[in-house]
Every structure is written in C-alpha cells, then in structure tokens.
C-alpha cells in the first residue's frame, strides 16, 4: 500500500464518518436505533455501504453520501408511516410474540418463532431467574430481542406492556 492510498484511506473515513453524523442530526437519533426489524436491516445496509465507500477506491464520498442519505430518509418515512397508518403497522412490521407465560413454556410459540428451549433457557440465565414459576413473560421482540419479565412476587403484569404483544390463546 502507498502512501497516497493510506491518505484516501484516511481521507475517505473522516469524509464518509462526517457525512453519517450530518445524516444522524438531521434524521434523528432513531438512524441507528433498533426497533424494529427494518432498522436492523437499514443498520446493515449503512454498514455494509460505509465499508464499500472505505474500501473501494471506485465509489466516491458523494455517492455514498446520496446512497446513506436514501437509506435513511427511506427508514424515516417508513417509520413515520407505521406510526401513523395502520395498514402498514399491520402488513409490514411483525408482532412481539410471547413464548413463555406464567413460568410454562410455550413450545408452539417456540416453535413458530424458530427458537429453541436451550436458546430461551440461555436468555432466562442473562434475565437473572433462578426459577420458572418467577417468569411472568418472555416476549420475542419484533427485532430479535428476548424480553424477560421476573419477579417473585404474585404481582401481575402491567396490560400496557403487552399491549402491542400477540396474547391470543394465552388466556383460554
């Protein structure tokens, strides 16, 4: 490698990082924010056009920054379109699933997220439970994420924090 192209390098790093933190002020703190599945998916793609503009001598720091700058304002819309249309709330984002309730494994739940028991029994050691019978609810989060809420008291779980959580059959 020669001097020259350890200055591009260097060069393109400084311009492609400024450009990202320009974009992140103007969109907002949710440009990296994984809420949702289609965050995750806008964080890869950022990632991978970041690498590109870096490593290939070919792409220019201004076509990188058009491509970021669609990446993201396309996150933005459709962000703000799930918030405020509930059709596409509805067809393009995936509901939490809970997959363990009351301290009994949902195994059809399991099932149909494509989770193992040693996977879930993992993220209960993580959650710090020492017994099922403190697990009010183990939610698989639409981004990936498993949420655990313990506790060994009877007291029940807040109805807001399943409010956007699918419950069917739960109560039967």
Known sequence: MTFEDSLWLIASVLGIFTIIIIITRVFGLRTFAKMSSFDFASTIAVGSVLASIILNSDYSLLKGGIVLTAIIGFQTLFSYLVRTNSFFQRWFTNKPQIIMWNG?????????????????IAKLREANVHDFKEVKAVIFESTGDVSVIHNDSN?????????????????V
């Open 104 to 120: 009994k494994i949902l195994y059809k739940r399991l099932k149909a997220c494509n989770v193992g028991e040693d996977d879930l």
């Open 155 to 171: 007291k029940e779980v807040e109805p807001r924090l399943l409010s956007d959580v699918n419950t069917q059959e739960l109560y």
